[in-house]
């Protein structure tokens, strides 16, 4: 991502099996991560949600179905606590692209 500002970030992941959670944006300490935009695309059925590393959830199972794609732009962005990282956990083997973007400050 072309980041317009030093705080931006934009991070994407690919995995074939994202059925242990699978970082997708790593914490900074000090900093607060706001997530503003999700596209996650799969390729197999799957419930799928989105996690800080002590588990805590921060997107609820997201049902998908094969070959589908969610996309949202939150007009309240998620914050995550200072110095976590963010991890997606789908419920089945396949293959998965997640994309977060936001803010990191």
Request: charged share 20%; aromatic share 6%.
């Amino acid at each position: 991502m072309d980041n317009r500002y030093d705080n931006d970030f934009g991070e994407t992941i690919n995995s074939g099996n994202a059925t242990t959670a699978t970082l997708v944006v790593s914490g900074t300490e000090g900093k607060i991560l706001h997530i503003s935009d999700i596209i996650i695309s799969v390729d197999t059925e799957m419930n799928v949600q989105l996690q800080d590393q002590d588990e805590k959830v921060l997107v609820e199972k997201l049902y998908l179905p094969a070959n589908s794609v969610f996309s949202k732009s939150l007009r309240s962005p998620i914050h995550v606590t200072s110095g976590k990282g963010v991890y997606v956990k789908g419920s089945a083997v396949g293959n998965i692209t997640v994309f977060l973007g936001g803010e990191s400050k």
